[in-house]
């Protein structure tokens, strides 16, 4: 892929707002000292992975919300939110990077959220891409270290060789993640299609979503 195809991934954007002065800082801190821009995208994953909880009890889909800036005025956040900041910092530090989505049926999913969206399938799950070493690769910055000990599974560590996206198997062996359909990958959250899937799979919830503010779940 040659330069000018890769500059669209370089750009801030709404959501992936790579030039908001606190992206900026946010990835300079994180990558302080590193010389080697694997090693910064590195640091930038276990950053976004460990130092956000992943909540999805608190779901904001009001725009201003879902920017990376947005993010890291608190310490939680979910799939989208995690990757989107995961893709501004990467941006800020010259690293291409876009978004990916996906649905994914959750089989050790909490009895609370699956009660609320009345289903196991998680819509519209967040990843990100990143342009590294000549290629794509998948990265879930996600699930962090806590939670992933909590529910038996191994954290997925940075791969900048392949793919880092989720488990299908516990370390019991049992079934974790399975992966339904696949969307393609955007230059930014493409939010009215984002919004519209949700409703689409979860209907009884339409009013809620229409509203951009959904679920805070006790």
């Known amino acids: 892929m040659n330069k000018e195809n890769l500059d669209i991934y370089l750009k801030s954007a709404d959501f992936i707002d790579s030039d908001h002065p606190a992206v900026q800082q946010y990835a300079k801190e994180v990558t302080y000292g590193v010389k080697d821009e694997v090693e910064k995208v590195k640091y930038l994953y276990y ?4 130092g956000f909880r992943y909540d ?12 990376a800036s947005s993010l890291l005025t608190r310490d939680y956040g979910y799939c989208v939110e995690k990757s989107c900041l995961f893709a501004a910092a990467s941006r800020a530090i010259g690293v291409p990077s876009r978004l990916g989505f996906a649905n994914v049926r959750n089989h050790i999913g909490t009895a609370k959220l699956e009660a609320v969206l009345q289903t196991d399938v998680l819509v519209f799950h967040g990843y990100a891409e990143i342009y590294l070493n000549g290629k794509w690769i998948k990265v879930t910055p996600v699930f962090n270290k806590e939670l992933c000990e909590k529910l038996n599974v191994k954290p997925l560590d940075f791969n900048p060789e392949g793919d880092s996206i989720f488990q299908e198997y516990n370390e019991k062996g049992g079934k974790f993640m399975e992966y339904l359909h696949q ?28 509203e951009r503010n959904l679920l805070h779940i006790k």
């Open 183 to 210: 969307y393609d990958h955007f230059e930014d959250i493409p939010y009215e299609f984002f919004m519209g899937e949700l409703i689409k799979y979860y209907p009884h919830l339409t009013s809620k979503l229409q």
């Open 56 to 67: 999805p009890y608190r779901l904001d889909f009001s725009k201003e919300a879902m920017k």
């Open 47 to 50: 950053a976004v992975r460990d």
